[in-house]
């Protein structure tokens, strides 16, 4: 990001400006080959004076911004992550595509890039769960960036009680557990969102516990009979967290930059699953 012409005084900064603070935050070379990190729709060069940073790109969060006269919505999940073959603005992603062009709101996701960081997602989702000695789960040299983490508690517990602990920290309706509720654990292995893909890892790892969401049936089983651990909180209550890290990272830099950027949390969306 050039520093230099953003702190220019009085300068309006554009959706290119605000890509390049989320660049800074989160490189976008650090996202998946599959996924869609970036401008989602919009015009580089609208100017931006608030934002609202949203989990989701829905209606609910596109017709937010517009009441608020945001210029920008900032979002961890992408609005969409294929190219679709056409465009219906009857419905989703079409009609926040047609919110954005109508008033001028453009949409920027910050997905795996965030994840991976260091001090993105998954260090700050470590971190409020309690963990120590925090290091790359994830098969990567420690100098690279990776998905997943794994710390030490500071001293064992058993699985039921760290599962109410991690409950509680990240508001989770409820969650799901895997393995003997007496079981003690020390050594957590986390991934917010979906961690499915890191179960092979997570074995290897050393790990006494995995901490994600998204996991299925016969994974859950394979974890119980080698006689580790699963906690499951669900993909929306290990990932809410990314709203608050989001803002609080724009701002900061925002106000190293001199810029004058008013950021807004959105605070109304909630888990799709309902437990009956």
């Not at 989702?125 to 790359?136: D, P, V, Y």
Request: glycine share 8%; hydrophobic share 45%; charged share 25%.
């Amino acid at each position: 990001m050039d520093k230099e012409i953003l702190v220019e005084t009085g300068r309006e900064i554009s959706v290119g400006d605000l890509y390049d603070l989320l660049n800074t935050i989160a490189p976008f070379n650090l996202a998946e080959p599959w996924d869609n990190c970036g401008l989602q729709a919009g015009d580089f060069s609208w100017p931006v004076k608030k934002i609202l940073v949203a989990l989701d790109v829905t209606l609910a969060s596109m017709d937010c911004a517009a009441s608020i006269n945001a210029d920008a919505l900032i979002t961890h999940h992408p609005l969409m992550l294929s190219t679709p073959k056409f465009i219906d603005f009857s419905k989703m992603p079409g009609s926040a595509i047609a919110v954005s062009a109508m008033e001028k709101i453009a949409i920027l996701s910050a997905h795996t890039n965030l994840d991976k960081v260091r001090g993105g997602l998954n260090d700050f989702f470590a971190t409020k769960a309690g963990l120590h000695n925090i290091s790359l789960l994830h098969g990567e040299e420690e100098s690279f960036d990776g998905i997943g983490r794994i710390g030490e508690l500071e001293k064992s517990i058993q699985l039921r009680d760290f599962a109410i602990v991690i409950k509680d920290v990240f508001h989770a309706e409820n969650v799901r557990i895997a393995g003997s509720p007496e079981m003690k654990v020390k050594r957590v292995a986390l991934c917010t969102g979906s961690g499915g893909s890191l179960l092979k890892t997570f074995f290897m790892s050393g790990a006494d516990l995995f901490v994600t969401g998204d996991i299925k049936y016969h994974e859950a089983r394979d974890i119980e009979t080698a006689g580790l651990g699963l906690i499951d909180l669900g993909h929306f209550a290990s990932e809410i967290i990314a709203v608050k890290l989001l803002a609080e990272k724009i701002r900061t830099l925002a106000s190293e930059n001199k810029i004058i950027l008013d950021i807004v949390e959105y605070q109304e969306e909630k888990d799709p699953f309902v437990t009956l």
